[in-house]
């Protein structure tokens, strides 16, 4: 097994109790894939210029969770697989994991497009992170297996693509210095929005449920938000985000408090 000399941090995994690894060895993952019923496919890399896992491992080596990508010319990347070990659900580990890759693959490897293959009832949750009904496949990946099935539906990340209002979208925390900061870097925020009316879900750290209850004016968003930590204890306030768009049309969300500012800032990914 070759180690991918990359960094990729996430204290919202770190707090959890794992630590991140990267490997390109199927055999590191194998037993978390079998145990969730996922295999990889014969023919599955062929074409690959490169096939990495992010790997959220126990104290003692094993393997919590696992997204594992590869990446193929012209700018693109296929997610062949998401699993989480039935012992870590519920946590948000998932998902963590998850925007720690899309961001890297954006970011870092300067993908355009990152295409999945999921089954059709998981097709809404993948639709919160941007993703879309590909209809059309690069030539490149038309045969891959990761696509074959009955039931499977292809779907794309396309990024440079404007989107409109935060309904069904999601946003992982990259920026936190606000007076008691409880909530750590790589949490995950699920937006939804109904006309000028904005409500989120998040946790993280020692945040067990966040709700957050806000209204739209123009580019910015006046919030209330109210949480409870793992250990019982009640939290809530208010604030002011004000939202910006990047050149690649996904949205910041930027909070700046005081003279001598504390600030958060959530990124789409």
């Given at each position: 097994?070759?180690?991918?000399?990359?960094?990729?941090?996430?204290?919202?995994?770190?707090?959890?109790?794992?630590?991140?690894?990267?490997?390109?060895?199927?055999?590191?993952?194998?037993?978390?894939?079998?145990?969730?019923?996922?295999?990889?496919?014969?023919?599955?890399?062929?074409?690959?210029?490169?096939?990495?896992?992010?790997?959220a491992a126990t104290p003692a080596g094993g393997v919590a969770a696992a997204v594992g990508w590869a990446?193929?010319?012209?700018?693109?990347?296929?997610?062949?697989?998401?699993?989480?070990?039935?012992?870590?659900?519920?946590?948000?580990?998932?998902?963590?994991?998850?925007?720690?890759?899309?961001?890297?693959?954006?970011?870092?490897?300067?993908?355009?497009?990152?295409?999945?293959?999921?089954?059709?009832?998981?097709?809404?949750?993948?639709?919160?992170l941007g993703f879309v009904g590909a209809e059309e496949l690069p030539e490149s990946l038309v045969d891959?297996?990761?696509?074959?099935?009955?039931?499977?539906?292809?779907?794309?990340?396309?990024?440079?693509?404007?989107?409109?209002?935060?309904?069904?979208?999601?946003?992982?925390?990259?920026?936190?210095?606000?007076?008691?900061?409880?909530?750590?870097?790589?949490?995950?925020?699920?937006?939804?929005?109904?006309?000028?009316?904005?409500?989120?879900?998040?946790?993280?750290?020692?945040?067990?449920?966040?709700?957050?209850?806000?209204?739209?004016?123009?580019?910015?968003?006046?919030?209330?938000?109210?949480?409870?930590?793992?250990?019982?204890?009640?939290?809530?306030?208010?604030?002011?985000?004000?939202?910006?768009?990047?050149?690649?049309?996904?949205?910041?969300?930027?909070?700046?408090?005081?003279?001598?500012?504390?600030?958060?800032?959530?990124?789409?990914?």
């Open positions: 097994m070759t180690m991918k000399a990359m960094q990729i941090e996430n204290a919202n995994i770190a707090s959890l109790g794992y630590r991140l690894e990267t490997a390109d060895d199927v055999d590191r993952v194998r037993p978390l894939l079998d145990a969730c019923g996922l295999q990889v496919r014969e023919g599955q890399f062929d074409d690959a210029d490169e096939q990495t896992y992010l790997v990446l193929y010319n012209g700018g693109a990347s296929v997610i062949h697989s998401l699993s989480v070990a039935p012992s870590s659900r519920g946590g948000g580990l998932g998902a963590s994991l998850l925007a720690s890759t899309m961001l890297h693959l954006r970011e870092e490897q300067g993908v355009e497009n990152i295409y999945i293959g999921v089954h059709r009832r998981l097709a809404s949750y993948f639709s919160r891959h297996p990761i696509f074959e099935g009955e039931f499977t539906q292809a779907m794309a990340r396309r990024y440079g693509v404007e989107r409109h209002g935060l309904d069904q979208s999601a946003f992982c925390l990259i920026h936190n210095t606000t007076d008691d900061a409880t909530l750590p870097v790589g949490s995950v925020f699920w937006f939804r929005q109904s006309s000028a009316v904005l409500e989120a879900q998040y946790r993280g750290g020692r945040v067990g449920r966040g709700q957050l209850l806000g209204a739209m004016e123009g580019g910015t968003l006046r919030f209330l938000w109210q949480a409870c930590t793992t250990k019982g204890e009640l939290m809530r306030g208010d604030g002011e985000i004000h939202i910006s768009t990047l050149d690649d049309g996904r949205r910041e969300l930027r909070e700046t408090l005081g003279e001598d500012p504390g600030e958060l800032l959530l990124r789409e990914f």
